[in-house]
């Protein structure tokens, strides 16, 4: 089974960065599509940020220009860099692997950007 592992969540202040971190383990990391997913309280789940096996990126509107997600196909890692994070950026974030029908979830880190 899929494994996936977040970590590089905490507490920011406005304006201020964090890197996250996710870690697979028992899959072909080089074949799926990766993704950052949110979730704030009362909000439903949304996709942050994604990167295909070919490497190609796409982000939601809202953090274009701040956030950059890579991977690391040799270290099956994939990252998301946050960059002038904003109070509306709190949430928990998911990392998702994802291979035709097969769709996995971590377990979330925990970011909350607050003065």
């Known amino acids: 089974q899929v494994q996936l592992v977040e970590s590089g969540g905490g507490l920011v202040q406005p304006g201020g960065s964090l890197r996250l971190s996710c870690a697979a383990s028992?899959?072909?990391?080089?074949?799926?599509?990766m993704a950052w997913y949110r979730q704030a309280p009362g909000k439903q789940r949304e996709l942050v940020a994604g990167?295909?096996?070919?490497?190609?990126?796409a982000y939601v509107d809202s953090v274009k220009g701040r956030f950059t997600i890579s991977r690391d196909n040799a270290q099956a890692r994939v990252y998301l860099q946050m960059n002038s994070l904003k109070p509306e950026d709190t949430a928990v974030y998911y990392c998702n692997a994802q291979f035709r029908v097969d769709n996995n979830w971590g377990q979330g880190t925990q970011v909350t950007v607050s003065s």
């Open positions: 028992r899959i072909i990391f080089g074949i799926y599509n």
């Open positions: 990167i295909e096996s070919s490497g190609r990126t």
